[in-house]
Every structure is written in structure tokens, then in C-alpha cells.
């Protein structure tokens, strides 16, 4: 038996071997000497965040893990040092609150919903309606954003405790000015209905400013030569709002939506230094409710923790929904 092997041609080359890839290992003397600037100022930031952000993150789900309260963690009394006794329970805390156990979750998970859906509707509903105003040509223009801008420079706690003085139901000044009237006055912030109609409207009115200037920058973009376009075939008033302000505005709009429903999910000044979360519970939402358990009474730290995981794990939730109908509201306009 005899076995044939080819040869290659003696003028021709060898297949050249493909070097090998080194993998750039990023911790390499060389790389971090060259970026050694950027290291240098992600370096703070990365610490803050991990002192501030991370480390709290952590801290509070493993505490939701646990029965911690106030009577069985580690604390110092004098001289006396006293080893924390809480035990791991796992989920046990979880399944407590969204199974309804708990009892209070849902109705206070209800009325947050409530307040922050009637919130960001009237943010950027008014705000739209004010910047579409400030966007023309008016005289005094300049004062008129000034003074409308106002409430969002003051801070939520000055603003929440100057609110208090005119919704006092004894001696508060739009009690005294309906009595002025002949009406009767409101218990604003002592009857539940009359409570939470009062923190919407506080928080509406620190709120509009932010979503006006937002939506105003965004108007601004829009080139004028649409609209021109649009009124010369004809369209009017709301056809040109709907077909050229509207799709213009979609990029700003559909950020500020999001920052404001977030920020409007977690308004704590505003419930707690107004109503404090009464009468009777009837304006807690689910951060205040948080801080209640935290703070208040026996302190129950592992149960505040789970209600704060839970309100994190809903906003990245819904943040990453909202995006992605976003994009593919972008995606299906352009297409």
C-alpha cells in the first residue's frame, strides 16, 4: 500500500500564521499610564456613589432579609455595647407585604399611584400650556418667566411650611378668605379628601416651573419653517399643535415625563412636612410609609427596607419599560 502526500509548490509561500490575540488586560502599567486622567476623575465619583448610593443599596436589602427592628439590633448604651440578635428570615418579609399580610401595602400603593398619575398630568399638561404662552412674543416676557419660575427656586420644606399657614383649618388664610366670602372652611389638612386634593396641589404648583422651562427649551427647537409649512397647506391651530409641536416636543417630553414620575413616586417633603402622612394615614404614600416604619414607634427597620426595595424594584421596572415604548414610539414616527 503506498501513500501518496502532496507537496507544496516550491515557489510558494507558506499560509502566514495569524498572530495571536492578546487579551488587553486593563490593569497593564501602560494603559493606566496613559489614561491615567480619567482614572483620576472617575476615581471621586466612584467613591461617592459607593459611600452614598451602593453601600446603602446593599445595606438596606440585606436588612430586608432580616426581622431587624429596634430591639434586637447592635447599639451602644453608655459604655455598654450590645451585639445585634436579629435573625436571617429570607423572603419571609416579601412575601408578607405582596401577599397583603401586611395589611397596608396596597392601599398605599393604590393612593401613590393616584397621586402620581394626577401630579405629572397636571405638571406638564400646565406646563406645556405656559410654555406654548412664554414661546410667543410677549411684552414683559422676561418678568413673567421669572415669577413663574419662583417656586421651583424654593426649597420643598420652606414651601411645604408656608403652605401649612394658608391651609391651617383654624386661622389658615384660605380658610379666612372663604369665611370672608360667606363659605364655610375646609379642613385641609385634617379631612382625608380635603388632605390629599392639598398635597396634589402643592405639589403641582412646586412642580410646573421645572416641567415649563423643560418643555420651553424643547419648543425652541423646533424650526419654525414646519410650522410656516403646515399653516401654508392649510392646517390650523390644533392640526400644526398635533403634527409639528407635539412629534418636535417628543424627545423632551418623553424625558421629563420619566424624571418627574420618579421624582413625584418618591415626594417626600411635601407629604411629610405638610399633612405628616394624615389624617389618619389617608396621605401616606409608599416613602413616607417607609419612613414611618423606619422612624416612628418600634422602629421596624427590616420591614422600612422591604418597602424601600420594593419602590426601587418598581421604578427600574417601570423606567425600563417606558423606555423601550419610547424608542419604539420613535422608531415607528420615523419609519
Not at 61 to 87: C, H, K, Q, W
Not at 140 to 155: E, F, H, T
Not at 209 to 215: E, G, K
Request: aromatic content about 12%.
Amino acid at each position: 500500500m503506498t501513500t501518496l502526500t502532496t507537496r507544496p509548490d516550491a515557489g510558494a509561500a507558506p499560509a502566514p500564521v495569524p498572530p495571536r490575540r492578546r487579551v488587553r488586560n486593563p490593569f497593564h502599567t501602560n494603559w493606566l499610564r496613559k489614561h491615567w486622567y480619567a482614572w483620576a476623575m472617575v476615581t471621586p465619583v466612584v467613591a461617592v456613589l459607593g459611600v452614598l448610593v451602593l453601600y446603602p443599596l446593599g445595606r438596606g436589602i440585606f436588612l430586608s432579609l432580616t426581622n431587624a427592628n429596634e430591639m434586637n439590633v447592635g447599639r451602644t448604651i453608655g459604655e455598654n455595647e450590645i451585639e445585634p440578635t436579629y435573625d436571617f428570615v429570607g423572603l419571609s418579609n416579601y412575601i408578607d407585604v405582596l401577599s397583603g399580610a401586611e395589611g397596608t401595602f396596597y392601599s398605599r400603593l393604590i393612593w401613590t399611584l393616584e397621586w402620581t398619575v394626577a401630579c405629572v398630568s397636571l405638571h406638564f399638561g400646565l406646563g406645556l400650556g405656559l410654555a406654548l404662552l412664554l414661546n410667543r412674543a410677549l411684552r414683559m416676557r422676561g418678568i413673567y418667566r421669572m415669577l413663574l419660575i419662583l417656586p421651583w427656586a424654593v426649597p420643598p420644606f420652606v414651601a411645604a411650611f408656608g403652605w401649612r399657614l394658608i391651609l391651617n383649618d383654624k386661622g389658615g388664610v384660605l380658610n379666612a378668605v372663604l369665611q370672608g366670602m360667606g363659605f364655610n372652611g375646609v379642613g385641609w389638612l385634617s379631612e382625608p379628601l380635603a388632605a390629599k386634593f392639598a398635597v396634589i396641589m402643592v405639589n403641582v404648583w412646586l412642580g410646573v416651573p421645572f416641567m415649563m422651562v423643560a418643555l420651553l427649551g424643547g419648543l425652541q427647537t423646533v424650526p419654525k419653517e414646519l410650522y410656516e409649512a403646515a399653516e401654508m397647506d392649510g392646517a390650523s391651530a390644533w392640526q400644526r399643535f398635533r403634527a409639528v409641536t407635539l412629534p418636535g416636543l417628543r424627545p423632551v417630553s418623553g424625558t421629563v415625563i420619566l424624571l418627574g414620575t420618579i421624582w413625584t413616586f418618591n415626594q417626600f417633603p411635601v407629604i411629610a412636612l405638610l399633612t405628616g402622612g394624615g389624617p389618619g394615614g389617608a396621605t401616606n404614600i409608599l416613602v413616607t410609609e417607609a419612613y414611618e416604619r423606619a422612624f416612628q414607634g418600634i422602629r421596624d427597620y427590616a420591614g422600612a427596607a422591604t418597602y424601600g426595595a420594593i419602590i426601587a424594584s418598581m421604578l427600574v421596572v417601570f423606567a425600563s419599560l417606558y423606555r423601550r415604548w419610547l424608542e419604539r414610539q420613535t422608531t415607528g414616527a420615523l419609519a
